[in-house]
């Protein structure tokens, strides 16, 4: 990835997806979970936070509203009656722990945080943010996940992730 290249050095993937995670591909929607696991698989982003399917040394772009990674859906894990960690079920078909210092709120209050090693940003989708939220306690007017006897500040970015 050392190489700085402009986008028109890329060619388009000619896919897009939506803010919702949905994938599509010259406007028809990739519904194969297949599909769309292998270029999440092979999907990196460049010096200029694009996303780039780089697959046998082929490279395109792909168009993302936001983020390529939306979290589906959160499971917490307790220990003795005591919430330990969060889960965090992502488009994928993968599950991790939820890093809970990645965790911001972006533009229109959306709820994201860091997967895959802290690689990628992901959206919270708004059934998983519920079930975060749940967890969640306001404070003198900031915002933290409470898990066991810690409590994580969740930052405001105003920026792009």
């Not at 709120?105 to 519920?130: D, I, S």
Request: include cysteine; charge should be negative.
């Amino acid at each position: 990835m050392g190489k700085n290249t402009d986008i028109q050095d890329l060619p388009p993937c000619l896919i897009y997806i939506d803010k919702e995670g949905k994938w599509y591909h010259e406007g028809a929607e990739i519904i194969r979970a297949d599909f769309i696991k292998f270029f999440l698989q092979h999907m990196e982003l460049d010096e200029e936070g694009r996303y780039v399917v780089n697959w046998n040394g082929q490279r395109c772009y792909v168009d993302v509203e936001d983020t390529a990674y939306v979290v589906r859906q959160v499971d917490f894990v307790a220990k003795n009656g005591e919430l330990q960690k969060a889960v965090i079920h992502l488009n994928d078909g993968t599950s991790e722990d939820l890093i809970p210092e990645t965790l911001f709120v972006g533009n229109e209050e959306v709820l994201y945080c860091h997967v895959k090693n802290g690689r990628f940003p992901a959206r919270f989708l708004r059934p998983a943010y519920y079930q975060l939220a749940e967890k969640i306690v306001e404070e003198e007017g900031k915002f933290y996940l409470v898990l066991g006897d810690k409590k994580y500040p969740i930052r405001t970015e105003s920026s792009s992730h």
